[in-house]
């Protein structure tokens, strides 16, 4: 019987470990508007919001970011920030469906080329720049100018030629030919920046915050924290704007201040000792910890696999069997059950069950003698030395010794490379594949925001790959790419499904990626708040949430 080296997840819970290490500040007055203090002055009440003056709250992400740039977010702990500040078209419902943001209706033409958005009226940037069809051309525009080389919207590059004004408020999108899923890309999309920040250029891009959002940046420290104030004249609580959309007046908190802390312990640390509202990245082993201390949990299973991804332009992991082996190598039951208590789901497909045209194509069974004898064919029966790439989150890290045990079964040493997450966001695509310093392996997870099949399979394809788009494998497969592309423009569903069936066997057998578990968000809030959850997406929901003191 196999024996696996199990982990010690033991937690030393300490009160205050944070401590700040000094960075630039910008967009604020360096104030800390995030502190926990009940008796802040009353604020001026405007609009129909209602939220309490002294509902300011601690939210600790799991990892610092790179950018706050919505075309160039590439990361969760981004996306979750940009959702506080920005806004896009449409978004997804609690039931998937498609519900309209900054639009308040879509027309597609019948040739499926063309995208008529209806616009909503009396919408304002922070600065006091107009939202309309200007603005949103002007956004468009940027994005489709390759010479900026945005890491996050080839989904939108790869289908879209133009954005027409048609009047104050209408545009009207036209696409290189009828794509399936464009609606869900755009929902996915994390959101539109005022076209005076458009106007300052890419300096001003990375570093100033200007949405439409429900917040507005008010101070940023590198590597410190991040403070959001809420806008109390936001539109969405507006029922003549926001229609059916509209929020309830005590939805939201006075300022969302949230810190990156990477290790586990310390952010269960801050939730107990009231240090900080809400954490994530919880491992349900120390789900029974956070509640007898007082914390509540929130759950979502969607659409985020970790990925063990091969870099087929390295001399080893360009070998078909070797990549072969590598996967038969790891348990990854095993792996679930030591490393996430059991909380995750075994992968048996590229895709996890919740993204449309999903196929099981079985689990993978551990096979440690075929795997030898891979490796052999391949060159390598004397050993194989290997470098991965890994995010330095706690989780992760376990993760990655896990699997470097596994490996070293068959003779293979990793050799692991933590990173923290905007350092490692920013490596990813800043070399080139074949590079000696560059990763073997690659082991960190992607979540479908769109929940279509073309953004998890398409990004296998040749012309996803990073830095344009988010093909870390750098496998190209020129039968693989007519199938997406194909599928992409097909509206039929049931024909869309069947090429994308035809893909997913491709990838089953040349293994340029190994997926592993379907993730289980899990996140913890404390006393002081109310119907904290998550978005579909994976991103938290704060519209519902309400602050209880």
Known sequence: ??????????ITMLASLLTGCGGDTNSGSGSDSGSQNEDSPPVEMTGNCTVPANSDIVVINYSDISTFFPADVTQASEYSLGHLAYESLCTFDDDMNIQYVLASGCEVSEDGKDYTFTLRKGIKFSDGEDWNAEACKANFDMILDESNAFLNVWMITDVVESCEVVDDYTVMLHLFDAYAPMLNVLASFTGFVSPALIAKGPEAWKNEVVGTGQYVQTEYRSGESAVYTLNRNYWGYDPEIAGDAVLAPDAGFNSIT??????????????????????????ATNIPTLEANGGTITKCVGALIAYLYFNCQKPATSDVRVRQAISLAIDTAALNDVVYGGANQVCDSVLSPSISGY???????????????????????????????????????????????????????????PMEGGVLATEIGGHEPSDPNYYDLYIRGYGSDTYDSDEMLGRFSTPAWAPVGSNYTY???????????????????????????????????????????VNSYISAYGKRIENFNYHTN????????????
């Open 359 to 417: 196929k099981s194509s079985g689990i993978i069974e551990t096979n440690l003698e075929k795997a030898r004898e891979l490796l052999a064919e391949a060159g390598y029966g004397d050993g194989l030395t290997l470098v991965a790439w890994e995010e330095n989150d706690t989780s992760d890290i376990q993760r990655g010794e896990f699997i470097q045990q596994q490996l070293e079964q068959i003779g293979i040493t990793l050799q692991i490379q």
């Open 475 to 517: 496998y190209s497969n020129a039968e693989y790419d007519a199938l997406i592309a194909e599928a992409a423009k097909t509206i039929d569903p049931d024909v869309r499904n069947e090429l994308y069936s035809q893909a997913q066997d491709i990838l089953r057998e040349d293994m340029p990626v190994l997926p592993l578990l």
């Open 1 to 10: 019987m196999k024996k696996y080296l199990a982990f010690l997840l033991a």
């Open 538 to 549: 994976s991103f938290y929901n704060y519209n519902d949430a309400t602050f209880v003191g």
């Open 258 to 283: 949230v810190k990156p802390v990477s290790e586990e312990a310390t952010r269960i640390a801050m939730l107990i000792s009231g240090e900080a509202d809400i954490i994530g990245s919880v491992s």
